[in-house]
């Protein structure tokens, strides 16, 4: 399998249960919930989407022709005889229309833990180590189980109340930053404050802020 990355880089984790863990990212290309071209914002499932996922041309993004080929070049971003696990996130676009489990099992064999973040309306490689699912609209969530629970608030079609029969370790809430004119979308202080709200009112749920934009890393 040809494996399409948008781009790699090694920073700290941002938000969730794994925040300020140093780690790998791989962003793949691609989504099944928006095609990332704007003039299909409006009629997509996921309007709201900041990232930038079409192609391969992002910072140690590519090609790869297998999964020992990316394993190795994933490999390659974590510093050298350092103390610690490796840390892998996959992420996108949506990382499951690509994620295989030999490349999970490729990347074990790297002593890498692996993560994903996804928007579970895909099935997953059984061999993650750690798997946030972050719904998104009204698309139909089949992932039943997972470690993390990650929620963009608010969002009309996916309240927190319909998420209840997914079991999972912890569950956030993480304000909507606004990608445009805030008469349209409301404004981070805003949906922030709203957060915070319903995670008082509904203790289950926890508050994760997007860190890695606090505090200008990538």
């Known amino acids: 399998m040809v494996f399409h990355v948008k781009e790699m880089f090694y920073t700290l984790q941002g938000e969730g249960a794994q925040a300020g863990r140093a780690s790998v990212f791989c962003r793949f290309t691609g989504c099944n919930l928006w095609s990332g071209r704007e003039q299909d914002r409006a009629s997509a499932v996921c309007t709201f989407c900041d990232t930038d996922f079409i192609g391969t041309d992002g910072p140690g993004g590519g090609r790869f022709d297998n999964a020992r080929a990316l394993a190795e070049r994933i490999a390659s971003f ?3 005889n350092q103390p610690g696990t490796p840390f892998v996130v996959f992420t996108g676009g949506e990382p499951g229309l690509q994620l295989t489990e030999a490349l999970i099992d490729a990347l074990h064999d790297h002593q890498f833990e692996c993560a994903v973040e996804s928007n579970g309306t895909r099935p997953l490689p059984p061999n993650l180590d750690w798997v946030c699912i972050s719904p998104k609209g009204n698309s139909d969530i089949i992932i039943t189980e ?14 927190p109340e319909r998420f209840v029969q997914i079991k999972a370790r912890y569950r956030y809430l993480s304000p909507m930053n606004p990608w445009q004119d805030e008469t349209i979308h409301p404004s981070r202080q805003d949906t922030t404050q709203a957060a915070v709200q319903y995670c008082m009112e509904h203790p289950e749920w926890r508050l994760t802020l997007q860190m890695h934009k606090v505090v200008n890393i990538a």
């Open 78 to 80: 974590w510093p050298e």
């Open 146 to 159: 997972c470690d993390e629970l990650k929620l963009v608030y608010p969002q009309p079609e996916a309240p």
